[in-house]
């Protein structure tokens, strides 16, 4: 058996290492199936290994369940965070499933990826769902990621080859904090703080870039300016969703018989908590200015197509009269019949000396007159 270790890869070419070997994994659900059946399929998927106590810490890659069964095995001593990215089939998750001792029911939940956040205790472990969101190349990801705890054993499950918790990786290998010095009930807390502290730098993104909409739109409003307001609210929608569950998913842990013994375990729950309560808030905040962007647009264009129309208005009613005028004096009577007599009553106008430089000056004058009278009520 080869153990694979891997603690030169630096931090930044870890995506591209896992990129590379990302393949979608499909799951099949079965209408009508009795409770506890799963069913998955796709390529077996990654596991990563991290095994720590106070004095060290080594993270690992394998490449079967055999291969993971006797690490575990040969260093039961330690803590282990073993991470599985890819539902993987349901040989593997039957595999797991023995390995463990997990429930059905929780897996069943696993390969169901829109499961709301959860907390379930099953014979020996505990069972946690939580949505893990980020941005990423400015789309954003809603995905689940699902926790099974034991003593000394954490697992995390995950579609995605991306997350939010390369902090708590960097913490476990250089020994920051005390997350070392903690059981893995305590890992399993920083890992999900780790998640919900994860959601206000998407506040501040999407505040900033509510800004500069805002901005904008101030400037000149555009038809697309529309479909970004849409967005914005569908994501705010998305995350409010994802971090309202959250909150309850600790309030129930909070409530749980296991957390009440554990006093330090507890306040820090608590504190995460604290920190779901005040995403609520600020999306509740940024909720409210993303509904008033619409109205800033409707009103920007409203304003401009009221200037538009204030335009074409006095323009119209400057060119009224003239237009009048030159409908008239285009008429264009005959002096005379064929005959060449006289036709009585006809417009003298036409016929006098200079008559087209006076009726240009008298436009002209009826022109600058009306547009001093738009100044002085204002209207220019």
Same mark, same amino acid.
């Not at 039957?94 to 696993?110: T, W």
């Not at 538009?308 to 019949?337: H, Q, R, V, W």
């Given at each position: 058996m080869s153990i694979e270790k891997e603690p030169q890869i630096p931090q930044t070419d870890r995506r591209s290492v896992r990129e590379s070997v990302r393949e979608e994994n499909q799951t099949v659900f079965h209408t009508g199936e009795f409770p506890g059946n799963f069913e998955a399929s796709g390529?077996?998927? *990654?596991?990563?290994?991290?095994?720590? /106590?106070? &004095?060290? *810490?080594?993270?690992?890659?394998?490449? +079967?369940?055999?291969? #993971? &069964? *006797?690490?575990?095995?040969? @260093?039961?001593?330690?803590?282990?965070?073993? &991470?599985?990215?890819?539902?993987? &089939? +349901?040989?593997?998750?039957? %595999?797991?499933?023995?390995?463990?001792?997990?429930?059905?029911?929780? #897996?069943? !939940?696993?390969?169901?990826? @829109?499961?709301?956040? %959860?907390? !379930?205790?099953?014979?020996?472990?505990?069972?946690?769902i939580s949505r893990m969101l980020y941005f990423y190349e400015h789309k954003l990801i809603n995905e689940q990621i699902a926790f099974f705890i034991f003593d000394k054993i954490v697992i995390t499950i995950q579609d995605e080859l991306e997350d939010c918790l390369d902090t708590i990786r960097d913490r476990i290998l250089k020994g920051k904090g005390q997350i070392r010095s903690q059981s893995a009930a305590y890992l399993a807390y920083a890992l999900m703080d780790a998640i919900v502290d994860n959601y206000f730098p998407m506040i501040e993104d999407i505040n900033h870039r509510m800004t500069l909409l805002e901005e904008s739109i101030m400037l000149e409003p555009m038809p697309h300016h529309v479909n970004e307001i849409m967005n914005i609210k569908r994501e705010i929608i998305q995350i409010r969703k994802a971090a309202l569950a959250e909150r309850d998913k600790l309030n129930e842990l909070l409530r749980s018989d296991y957390v009440k013994k554990d006093e330090k375990l507890e306040m820090y729950l608590r504190d995460a908590q604290d920190h779901s309560i005040q995403i609520v808030d600020l999306l509740e905040a940024e909720k409210e200015?993303?509904?008033?962007? $619409?109205?800033?647009? $409707?009103? @920007?264009?409203?304003?401009?197509?009221? /200037?538009? $129309? %204030?335009?074409?208005?006095? +323009?119209?009613?400057?060119?009224?009269?003239? +237009?009048?005028? *030159?409908?008239?004096?285009?008429?264009?009577?005959?002096?005379?019949?064929? !005959?060449?007599?006289?036709?009585?009553? @006809?417009?003298?106008?036409?016929? $006098?000396?200079?008559?087209y430089e006076i009726v240009w000056a008298g436009m002209i004058l009826i022109a600058i007159g009306i547009v001093l009278f738009f100044k002085k009520k204002k209207w220019l």
């Open positions: 390529k077996d998927p *990654a596991i990563e290994v991290f095994s720590y /106590d106070v &004095n060290e *810490a080594t993270r690992y890659a394998f490449a +079967t369940m055999e291969q #993971l &069964n *006797a690490h575990i095995a040969q @260093n039961q001593h330690l803590t282990h965070w073993i &991470n599985i990215e890819g539902y993987g &089939n +349901t040989a593997f998750l039957q %595999k797991l499933q023995e390995r463990f001792g997990l429930h059905s029911l929780a #897996l069943e !939940d696993v390969v169901s990826i @829109n499961q709301r956040p %959860k907390v !379930d205790y099953y014979d020996g472990h505990w069972f946690i200015i993303a509904y008033s962007l $619409m109205d800033v647009y $409707m009103s @920007n264009v409203g304003n401009k197509t009221n /200037d538009i $129309m %204030k335009f074409l208005t006095l +323009t119209s009613s400057i060119f009224i009269p003239l +237009t009048f005028i *030159a409908g008239i004096y285009g008429m264009n009577f005959s002096k005379e019949d064929e !005959d060449g007599k006289r036709i009585p009553g @006809n417009m003298p106008e036409l016929y $006098m000396p200079y008559g």
